[in-house]
């Protein structure tokens, strides 16, 4: 993207005028808004003498029950806390509890000007134009349809199988009918940055220099993730390490889901499925034509009817308890979820905003897995000026503000090439979750106690969590090893409402 | 299919009409054709011949109608029948509905004379009918392993879905059997719905030793069948294993499960004197009795079986196991730590072996236990395969009478070890073939250390005698008996006159209403109460930490979760009862020290802090049904602070992959082969 680099104060005043969220002098400042389990930030940048204005997602896993538009609150905020202006829109991945916003809030969003959305910054993994990020869209496509489908099919929803596969599809959106709200949501955000007949988005992909941002001479942008690497892409399992193919699924499950819908559905399956559907279908029934039996032919028989039982309105039936409709098709889409699901988190748009003058870094990593978090290391950054490249253990090294990923789940924050390198005396952490949230969906792990506790023995007690009213009101040292100094430093530079937490890093030593 | 007609001509005992000459009895076993292990093996030419097995399992006859189930009950007789199509008998009823095809097969009748004629249909894999015999085949008889070890009947676990505390409908008679219920490289247990659900799936490109693409029916692998059935029977006599606390429970399971498989192939007269003959009698090199699952292993990709407790192939060649300290603390995934007590218990078993054969190739070779190059002597065969069966049956045995000497709660390989050495100095107080030595040694070996214990001697190994002073346990022995007398009338128990009946269900109903008697009654005495601690690691006063669960009483809450009969035959030929009495607790466990320590006391508010996790503990007690003498209690501590800092370790620590993350620590099902995330 070439555009002119402007040099002076003055450029930047009239490039980046200020709104009323100001960062310290040099600084950058992070609200993170308190939707509850899903993340929205907004960042202001110090641009000369003007302010460079990031907003990173904008979702929440379910609305919260007590304000349900809340997310209408927070992108009304962003409006008037910015002058209606955003530098650059960040989507980090295609997961609802970073999207919703740009769906349950859409009006909101439109009430931003054309063109007042200056760019929109997606992982390379968005785009349709790189034949890898096809590949990997058209799979995770089909695999969404299939677990949608899958679920649509339950004849017991309220299953235990069941019901967790629908919660953990609620991150993708194949919960509710109708096709990709998910998907919907996302595309929304990248048609935002059109204007002037381009369509002003960057599909990042990692290395290499850091970010050109005319105008934003003290603040570096370098992009850590996703990797440029199937494999890696792929790898999302701490201990195994293994790699899945997230659309291997196999005719086989096709046609028997089709065929089971149409029986359903009461329709002539031969009829109902394609010629393709058909030949799998017939190919996938392990016996011989004369021997298949199908409801109708044993439903008077004095064996099956009273054994098994048909299959629609039978909770009354005596042995309704353990038949074994969905067994076979939650077992596979559940699978296929949890695959799909890390795949997806795995291609987070991952940044790093390193302050120039103090060298601090914040982190931003998104949902990114271990695939993802390994990747950093695997490259470097080459600055223009500078003779030796930064790498991955340099930007951690000096990461000042973290924001954990996935709500502070155990496989989103990697130990060793991740939080054990962050040794900077000053780090703060920040999670953007919500334990009740989680545990109406069953995520009893999420938070994570142990990452929590390491956190909290990394950061000296400074962990912000958006379910917590911290540190406002705390009196007492958090940590036994944190001075009063810097109890007191930390508690200035933090400020809690009901809305958001905001944190400021300042610009100068 | 009608009751076929010779079958009823021969009516059984007590029916028998008086013109009847003579009295044919019903045959004690039935015989059916099987595959010995699995098809991928009637391929091979070396194997194809002993491939074929056929098993006696035991002949079922007056089966018992379920409620609101399936009627085998003939009213008019007031007998019921023989085993019906299906098969549905008394212990298991195969239904074959394949949900992802949409299909139903008809089910097999085995008491059709062209069936009863010939043992059954041949094997086959392109015949439903037979998948059906087979997985009953091979159920049955590992339930008849366990009922002969144990002396009692196997009851499945009772239904845990439902609020009635009635026995008629707690009371799970059959465990149901879906021989093609999953499209999938898997198998299991679900104890939710008290089946087995079998998969088929198409074998990997790689395969190397059936068709790539062809199917593989995990129905017809006599391995996988009897490792699930065996979760099923275990989850029976303790339902709280289902309890992970630490990482040996679920790998117990697991580990049990593949050792009760591994043994039963001992019993498959054909294929072990194939492979005593193949090996020359060596079992530790390699062959088919020692390993697991052989098509299943291939046909996911693999070189060999899926486990083995004996070697292994890397990089395409078989090297045996060698055991190491380490094994046991190195494998922290669920299979791969239960094979760790799956191979040690398999060394003990060759070491026994090893010591006996070593007499008869003495015998065979002049005294010089060399024995010349060639085939081996047909007789030589012949008795060491005997030799072999006898030692494995022995060794089952062993194995499965332990599960009465472990506690309720919190299994380790430690336990094991010490409830299989106590078990089998019980029935074999002398020892002379030096079982328990073989058994303390491959423990060692692979580092399974119990803890509490010095040394690794027999007197060290055997759990302690309870305390002089425990509390007199005559009542249970009363309540055993049906001699209590609650309301001090006539009356006794409710169930008492059904102590002996045959039906499982009243067997079942007994259990229930003693638990309840000892739960109300013994449980409730203040000796018992006073003495719970030392006796049973249990807090049953008062004074017990209020972290500890209370019954509306205020006195803390206890729940009896067996009262059962462990029979057994001693060296000299007595027939000794014991009961086994199985008690469990729950109490609050938090992570953090100090916060136990302020819940203990009392002083946090429950509502709020409900505890970060469950700590469990719980006692078995085996006491001597003639005299109601307490011979063991052996106990996990309700107020083992050691035990719980341990289990909040367990509980902190992440757990297996991403399915724990989501889908939290407990697994749908438990008891699948593999594990969905494997």
Redesign the interface.
């Known amino acids: 993207m070439a555009r002119k680099p402007p040099s002076t104060a003055a450029t930047s005043v009239a490039q980046y005028p200020a709104g009323r969220f100001v960062p310290p002098p040099g600084g950058v400042s992070v609200r993170m808004y308190r939707q509850g389990f899903g993340d929205c930030f907004l960042i202001a940048v110090s641009a000369g003498q003007g302010v460079f204005y990031m907003v990173i997602d904008c979702g929440v896993i379910k609305k919260p029950a007590k304000d349900p538009d809340f997310l209408s609150k927070v992108v009304r905020n962003i409006r008037e806390e910015t002058g209606g202006r955003i530098d650059a829109l960040v989507v980090t991945h295609e997961h609802w509890d970073h999207l919703s916003g740009f769906s349950s809030a859409k009006d909101e969003w439109e009430q931003f000007e054309p063109g007042s959305i200056r760019e929109v910054w997606a992982a390379w993994t968005e785009t349709a134009d790189d034949p890898l990020a096809k590949e990997l869209g058209q799979q995770r496509r089909k695999a969404m349809a299939f677990v949608q489908r899958a679920m649509q099919h339950f004849s017991d929803p309220d299953g235990a199988t069941q019901s967790r596969v629908r919660s953990l599809s609620a991150f993708f959106g194949a919960a509710e009918a109708g096709e990709g709200r998910t998907l919907k949501a996302l595309n929304y955000a990248l048609s935002r940055a059109k204007h002037g007949g381009k369509d002003n988005v960057r599909y990042l992909k990692p290395h290499g220099e850091p970010l050109k941002v005319a105008g934003v001479e003290g603040v570096r942008f370098y992009v850590l993730g996703p990797p440029y690497d199937r494999n890696l892409l792929l790898k999302s399992n701490p201990k195994k390490g293994e790699v899945y193919h997230v659309a291997n699924i196999g005719m086989s499950l096709h046609s028997a889901l089709r065929a089971a819908e149409l029986r359903a559905a009461g329709e002539d399956i031969w009829k109902g499925m394609s010629r393709e559907d058909t030949d799998a279908y017939v190919a996938s029934v392990p016996f011989d034509r004369d021997l298949w039996r199908t409801w109708d032919d044993v439903k008077g028989d004095p064996f099956f009817a009273p054994l098994y039982g048909p299959r629609h309105g039978t909770k009354s039936h005596p042995q309704h308890w353990r038949r074994i409709d969905d067994d076979w098709i939650g077992g596979a889409a559940g699978r296929l979820a949890l695959k799909l699901d890390d795949h997806i988190n795995n291609t987070s748009l991952v940044l790093a905003i390193e302050i120039v003058a103090t060298g601090k870094v914040l982190l931003f990593v998104g949902d990114a897995q271990v695939g993802n978090w390994e990747s950093w290391h695997k490259g470097e950054w080459t600055v223009p000026g500078k003779t030796t490249p930064v790498k991955a253990t340099d930007l951690l090294q000096n990461t000042v503000f973290y924001k954990v990923g996935h709500h502070g789940s155990h496989n989103a924050t990697h130990k060793p090439l991740g939080l054990e390198k962050m040794t900077d005396p000053g780090l703060v952490a920040v999670i953007p979750t919500d334990r009740q949230m989680a545990a109406d969906k069953r995520w009893n792990d999420i938070p994570f106690e142990p990452l929590l506790a390491a956190l909290h023995e990394r950061t000296r007690g400074r962990t912000i969590r958006a379910d917590r009213d911290f540190p406002a009101g705390t009196t007492k040292k958090p940590h036994k090893n944190l001075s009063a100094a810097e109890w007191k430093t930390f508690k200035t530079r933090t400020t809690v409402t009901p809305l958001y937490v905001q944190h400021d890093v300042p610009g100068l030593k | 299919m009608p009751p076929n007609t010779p079958a009823r001509r021969v009516t059984s005992k007590g029916n028998t009409p008086a013109k009847t000459p003579r009295h044919v009895r019903w045959p004690s076993s039935r015989r059916i054709r099987v595959f010995a292990f699995d098809p991928s093996l009637s391929t091979q030419f070396e194997h194809a011949p002993m491939n074929e097995a056929t098993i006696t399992v035991p002949w079922e006859q007056d089966i018992r109608p379920d ?5 085998t009950w003939n009213p008019a007789s007031g007998k019921g029948e023989s085993l019906g ?2 098969p ?1 008998g008394e212990y298991l ?1 195969v ?1 074959d ?11 097999v009748n085995l008491n059709a004379p062209q069936l009863l004629a010939q043992d059954g249909l041949p094997p086959s894999e ?3 009918q037979f998948h059906q015999q087979m997985v009953y085949a091979v159920a049955m008889r590992t339930i008849e392993a366990f009922e002969r070890a144990l002396g009692r009947k196997v009851l499945w676990a009772p ?1 845990d ?1 439902i609020k009635s505390k009635k026995p008629e409908d707690l009371f799970v008679r059959r465990l ?1 059997i ?1 021989p ?5 490289a ?1 198998a299991y247990y ?1 104890p ?4 087995l ?1 079998f ?2 799936f ?1 074998a990997s490109e790689s395969n190397s030793t059936g068709t790539p693409g062809g ?1 593989v ?1 995990t129905c017809l692998s006599h391995d996988i069948i009897a490792h699930e059935v065996t979760h099923a029977i275990l989850d029976g006599i303790r339902p709280e294993f289902q309890e992970t606390t630490n990482l040996d429970v679920p790998a117990f399971h697991e580990a049990f499960s593949d050792i009760v498989a591994l043994f039963q192939h001992f019993a498959m007269p054909e294929a072990l004197r194939h492979q005593v003959k193949k090996t020359r009698g060596d079992l530790s090199a390699q062959n088919l009795l020692g390993e697991l699952a052989h098509q299943f292993g291939t046909a996911a990709g693999g070189h060999g079986a899926l486990r083995s407790a004996i070697g292994r192939y890397e990089d395409g060649i078989w090297k045996p196991n060698v055991p190491s300290q380490e094994d046991y603390a190195r494998h922290t995934e669920c299979h791969a730590r239960g094979s760790v007590l799956v191979a040690a218990v398999f060394e003990a078993f060759l070491t026994i072996y090893r010591d006996r054969a070593s007499r008869l190739i003495g015998l065979a070779s002049n005294g010089s236990g060399r024995l010349p190059e060639g085939n081996l002597h047909p007789a030589l065969v012949e008795a060491l395969s005997e030799t072999a069966a006898k030692v494995a049956g022995h060794v089952l045995n062993i194995c499965i009478r332990a599960l009465d000497y472990c506690a309720p709660v919190d299994i380790t390989f430690g336990d094991y070890l010490r409830a299989l050495i106590t078990a089998d100095r019980d029935s074999v107080p002398e020892d002379p073939r030096r079982y328990r030595l073989a058994f303390g040694e491959a423990f060692r070996r692979r580092g399974i250390f119990p803890t509490g214990v010095g040394s690794f001697a027999e007197d060290a190994l055997v759990w302690n005698d309870p305390p002089d002073d425990a509390p007199s346990a005559e009542l249970l022995r009363d309540i055993w008996y049906g001699w209590y007398d609650p309301d001090g009338t006539q009356s006794s128990t409710k169930y008492a006159g059904q102590i002996l009946s045959r039906d499982r269900m009243h067997t079942f109903a007994h259990m229930l209403s003693n638990q309840d008697l000892v739960h109300s009654k013994w449980l409730k005495r203040d000796d018992v109460r006073n003495a719970s601690d030392r006796l049973m690691g249990l807090a049953l006063s008062k004074q017990a930490p209020a972290t500890v669960y209370r019954a509306k009483d205020g006195y803390p809450d206890v729940e009896v979760c067996s009262f059962r009969p462990a029979r057994r035959i001693t060296q000299r030929g007595d027939s000794v009862t014991d009961i086994v009495l199985s008690l469990t607790q729950r109490r609050r466990g938090y ?1 953090d020290p100090a916060v136990q320590e302020q819940a203990d006391a009392g002083h946090i508010d429950f509502h709020k802090h409900p505890g ?1 996790f469950e700590f469990l503990g719980g006692c078995t007690m085996l006491i001597e049904a003639a005299t109601g003498r307490i011979r063991y209690s052996i106990s996990k501590n309700i107020l083992s602070v050691s035990r719980l800092r341990r289990q909040a370790e367990f509980f ?14 407990h697994l ?1 099902e438990p008891f699948a082969f593999l594990h ?2 494997d």
């Open positions: 409620k609101d189930s399936y009627k199509p299906g549905v009823e239904i509905y394949d949900p992802a095809s949409g299909l139903f097969y008809d089910p392109g015949n439903p239904r879905d149901r879906y093609h219920a999953l499209r999938e898997n679900s939710h719905k008290k089946a659900l998969g088929y198409p199917i029916f992570f970060d902190g620590a992440p757990g297996d992959g991403l399915r724990s993350m989501y889908f939290g620590r749908d969905s995330h």
